[in-house]
């Protein structure tokens, strides 16, 4: 047996099973789960027509490298969004099966071992898969602090400078899983600043990007900071995107990794061998999702129209700020907030995910602890019963 798989934390979702253990919620109310990110908005008909259409390529093997056109719509998509010159598909995109498992196969591809006991960094609290990967590869996780005295800012003076020389990559998650929060031009200039200085690749994770309230200010992306900054050739940066979320369809597996020509093709060896190529009835649906914008800005519609009526409501109640991306409030508790999840469940028939199954105890503190993630991914009416019943238990405590 890998002697690593013995270093990885239970999954959120396992906690959470745990926890409901030996409760049931009451029978009159109707079950409704918050506590997971999976959109819920219905899949556009042109996707699913597309899938149909392209049953046929089911006798085909695909290809690590993905179809060239879906390559090419990716690479006019990320121009289009983020305003960049279009990535060259042959070197700098690569289509992976969704930003999951890329993700965590990343960590295998880059970390070398070549310093005594790599570090990998991460924000905490963050997406389990970072550290996942990173222990895996046998390398240690270093996590930094997401407070909200730093308005959820990772603290990357938290590491040595030694620490910096031992890494080999960092995570990095904008809009950010859960806190909501968007990384700055200033962000990112120390960001790569760092990576100069200390020679570590930052893999920026931006599956939450299309998730806006306001059409006028999209989310600045790593690809786009890179190029106001002159770094025109992405050097140690890697973006990694996906449909699930942007255009409704998790259960499709459709997603992409580029930038750095050196680091693809790295992880395009690496990947020859994974064995998790796109299917090619996949690959002619996401050219499909990349090349129409339409279906996207009326997913976020459904978006804002959520937040605007339910996240003051919440507020009023369990401090949360309006996030400035992605489908998350992280509220704070007033108790416990694996005490108040239980009792939401026992009491309300409502799932929502503690804060600290998602952060990691460093410097002496778990930054999860008296937070919850809500996933407000249901349909409007779905999602404002269950703040109803999240304020009905927040009064009552």
């Not at 990885?8 to 049931?24: A, I, N, Q």
């Not at 930003?99 to 924000?123: K, N």
């Not at 140690?236 to 050196?262: E, I, Q, T, W, Y």
Request: neutral net charge.
């Amino acid at each position: 047996m890998n002697p690593h798989l013995a270093k990885l934390h239970p999954y959120p979702f396992e906690r959470l099973r745990k926890l409901f253990d030996g409760v049931s919620p009451p029978p009159g109310k109707k079950p409704i789960v918050l506590s997971i990110g999976e959109p819920r908005h219905p899949t556009p008909p042109l996707i699913r027509e597309a899938l149909v259409n392209g049953l046929s390529r089911l006798s085909n093997y695909p290809t690590t490298p993905g179809l060239l056109p879906l390559r090419e719509a990716i690479s006019g998509w990320l121009s289009r969004r983020h305003g960049v010159p279009p990535l060259d598909p042959a070197s700098q995109i690569l289509p992976v099966a969704g930003s999951r498992e890329a993700l965590f196969a990343f960590s295998q591809a880059i970390v070398t071992g070549s310093s005594s006991d790599p570090i990998v960094a991460m924000p905490n609290p963050s997406y389990q898969i970072y550290e996942g990967g990173a222990l895996l590869a046998g390398a240690l996780p270093r996590y930094l602090n997401s407070l909200p005295e730093r308005r959820f800012r990772p603290d990357y003076q938290r590491l040595s400078a030694q620490d910096w020389d031992r890494a080999e990559l960092l995570f990095t998650c904008s809009p950010d899983n859960p806190t909501g929060r968007v990384m700055s031009l200033e962000d990112w200039r120390e960001l790569f600043e760092l990576s100069d200085r200390h020679g570590f690749v930052i893999a920026s994770d931006e599956c939450y990007s299309e998730i806006y309230f306001d059409e006028a200010r999209p989310p600045l992306g790593a690809l786009a900071a890179a190029r106001a900054l002159g770094r025109d050739d992405y050097r140690n940066l890697v973006v990694f995107g996906s449909l699930s979320k942007r255009s409704n369809v998790p259960g499709m597996r459709s997603g992409f990794v580029a930038g750095d020509a050196r680091l693809i093709k790295t992880f395009l060896l690496y990947r020859t061998y994974h064995g998790t190529a796109i299917s090619d009835v996949v690959a002619l649906a996401s050219i499909a999702a990349w090349n129409d914008e339409e279906h996207v800005v009326a997913n976020r519609r459904l978006y804002a129209a959520k937040f605007s009526a339910l996240q003051p409501r919440i507020a009023a109640l369990l401090p949360c700020a309006m996030p400035e991306a992605a489908f998350y409030l992280w509220a704070q508790t007033p108790i416990a907030d694996e005490a108040f999840a239980r009792r939401l469940y026992t009491e309300q028939a409502v799932t929502v995910l503690p804060g600290t199954y998602l952060g990691r105890t460093a410097d002496s503190i778990n930054p999860g602890q008296n937070f919850i993630r809500i996933a407000l991914v249901d349909n409007l009416d779905e999602c404002a019963e269950a703040v109803d019943r999240i304020v009905e238990l927040a009064r009552a405590l």
